[in-house]
């Protein structure tokens, strides 16, 4: 390509804008709820109605238009948020609208549905999605856009007759506990499942969720607390390998004081099974 | 029980609206946990007196780096009260031109970096992120940002060399809040 010779002409200019903000001091531009959350017992076979309605806050004193559109999620790099895989299809997180047009100084909603096949194999799934919120058109030469983080995890079920989805499964994914049973020293198990082609080393281990203050993780399940000590729940195996297409029990022991449980409490720990691929999944412990 | 300061727990809402086709008995309820109530960004001018509006870096040869002045740089107002990511893609593209990893043949260097503070002279020589990406979820520019904790994003832009249009350029930059993960 032929050099361009004649310099000092390029005339560059980073422009536009669409108007004058004459407000000042304003708090926000654009503001999104909520920005996370987390539905358990998602059931599969329904179109759920979540009750939760996606709303954007403008805070100009312009009329705005904004896009709404279902996306995959950021990968997670902290422990107290992975186990989550992508939604399989987008379209199952559905939007009332997928446009809004918000008043100046105003808000506008949108509600989310979601809606899974009716197939065995749905059941017993942790999965995040996201929307992200753009304007339409250009509002600047630098314009806000914000991603939000939903969590979806289906009805759990132990005696399923499908495989569970995914390279790796767990059923059911919930294994709930009662005090009478931990006094029994009773066992719990869960199943694990090798859904792929190749032989595959899982590690198995319990897991509490830590957070950092204002910082997201996996949230307990509505009504429990967290366990005090992940040695409250063992898994009988720590390391495990599975044949191609080959499925395992994976017993536990629960030793959990009985002042934890006293009145109408209950503690949740999480067991997280990370296969030699990278992928994670876990499986709810409850004791009440 | 102890939760995030942001979280909400809305219990035993039950929405059905669809026909049930599986499952003949549901034993548990359909619950819902709001564990960031919002997220929410907004570009302001250095001063924090007007929304971001233009950089106009004028006419400029090639492969010359400009770097944002203190007054150029972008406030980011932060209210989300979760830590968030802020990542940026360029969103709309220059006629002529397309961003990349270097200065080339029509293509553009696009770095940003962002601070705790305001810079009197902003120092992007080293530390800054590129902007290559075209689209969500973009480069990232600043993670784990705290919860309502501002930052000064300042950037650098480096022209094409050689170009083959000396006409003017327009681009629009996106810069993205997400809940840190």
């Known amino acids: 390509m032929e050099k361009y010779r004649i310099k000092f002409i390029l005339f560059f200019i980073l422009?536009?804008?669409?108007?004058?903000?004459?407000?000042?001091?304003?708090?926000?531009?654009?503001?999104?709820?909520?920005?996370?959350?987390?539905?358990?017992?998602?059931?599969?076979?329904?179109?759920?109605?979540?009750?939760?309605?996606?709303?954007?806050?403008?805070?100009?004193?312009?009329?705005?238009?904004?896009?709404?559109?279902?996306?995959?999620?950021?990968?997670?790099?902290?422990?107290?948020?992975?186990?989550?895989?992508?939604?399989?299809?987008?379209?199952?997180?559905?939007?009332?609208?997928?446009?809004?047009?918000?008043?100046?100084?105003?808000?506008?909603?949108?509600?989310?549905?979601?809606?899974?096949?009716?197939?065995?194999?749905?059941?017993?799934?942790?999965?995040?999605?996201?929307?992200?919120?753009?304007?339409?058109?250009?509002?600047?030469?630098?314009?806000?856009?914000?991603?939000?983080?939903?969590?979806?995890?289906?009805?759990?079920?132990?005696?399923?007759?499908?495989?569970?989805?995914?390279?790796?499964?767990?059923?059911?994914?919930?294994?709930?506990?009662?005090?009478?049973?931990?006094?029994?020293?009773?066992?719990?198990?869960?199943?694990?499942?090798?859904?792929?082609?190749?032989?595959?080393?899982?590690?198995?281990?319990?897991?509490?969720?830590?957070?950092?203050?204002?910082?997201?993780?996996?949230?307990?399940?509505?009504?429990?607390?967290?366990?005090?000590?992940?040695?409250?729940?063992?898994?009988?195996?720590?390391?495990?390998?599975?044949?191609?297409?080959?499925?395992?029990?994976?017993?536990?022991?629960?030793?959990?004081?009985?002042?934890e449980l006293a009145g109408d409490k209950g503690v949740e720990s999480l067991i997280f099974v990370d296969s030699d691929t990278g992928e994670r999944r876990f499986v709810r412990i409850q004791v009440e | 029980m102890k939760k995030l300061l942001c979280t909400l727990i809305i219990l035993g809402m039950v929405f059905w609206l669809g026909v049930s086709t599986a499952q003949a008995a549901v034993s548990d309820t359909f619950q819902i946990t709001v564990t960031c109530n919002f997220i929410s960004i907004n570009l302001r001018n250095n001063g924090d007196t007007l929304d971001y509006t233009t950089w106009a870096i004028g006419q400029k040869a090639e492969n010359t780096a400009t770097t944002m002045t203190q007054a150029e740089g972008i406030k980011v107002v932060n209210t989300a009260n979760v830590a968030t990511d802020l990542s940026a893609w360029v969103s709309g593209q220059a006629a002529d031109w397309t961003n990349a990893a270097s200065a080339g043949t029509d293509q553009y260097k696009l770095e940003m970096k962002c601070f705790d503070v305001t810079q009197v002279s902003p120092d992007l020589s080293i530390g800054t992120f590129t902007i290559t990406s075209t689209a969500n979820p973009g480069n990232d520019i600043k993670a784990g940002l705290a919860a309502t904790t501002n930052q000064f994003a300042y950037a650098k832009f480096t022209t094409p060399d050689p170009t083959t249009s000396g006409a003017q350029q327009t681009i629009t930059v996106t810069i993205l809040s997400a809940t840190a993960t």
């Open chain 1, 15 to 259: 422009a536009l804008s669409l108007a004058c903000f004459s407000n000042i001091n304003k708090a926000y531009a654009l503001r999104v709820s909520p920005g996370a959350f987390c539905a358990q017992n998602v059931e599969v076979g329904q179109d759920t109605d979540t009750g939760i309605d996606l709303a954007i806050d403008n805070e100009t004193d312009q009329e705005r238009e904004f896009s709404i559109k279902v996306v995959p999620a950021r990968t997670s790099k902290t422990d107290s948020l992975k186990g989550y895989s992508a939604l399989p299809e987008l379209g199952w997180l559905r939007l009332e609208r997928t446009q809004l047009i918000v008043p100046a100084k105003g808000q506008a909603k949108a509600r989310l549905y979601i809606s899974i096949p009716n197939e065995e194999k749905y059941f017993n799934q942790h999965w995040v999605v996201s929307c992200l919120i753009e304007y339409v058109g250009q509002k600047g030469l630098f314009q806000e856009a914000i991603l939000t983080r939903y969590m979806f995890e289906t009805r759990p079920k132990s005696e399923v007759v499908e495989r569970p989805y995914g390279d790796l499964g767990v059923s059911p994914s919930v294994v709930k506990i009662t005090e009478d049973s931990v006094e029994a020293k009773q066992k719990f198990s869960f199943k694990l499942y090798n859904n792929t082609a190749s032989a595959h080393t899982y590690t198995i281990k319990t897991f509490v969720p830590m957070a950092e203050p204002k910082k997201l993780s996996i949230n307990a399940t509505p009504g429990l607390t967290w366990m005090k000590k992940t040695s409250w729940i063992r898994p009988e195996v720590k390391k495990i390998e599975l044949a191609p297409g080959a499925l395992e029990e994976i017993n536990l022991s629960a030793r959990v004081p009985k002042s």
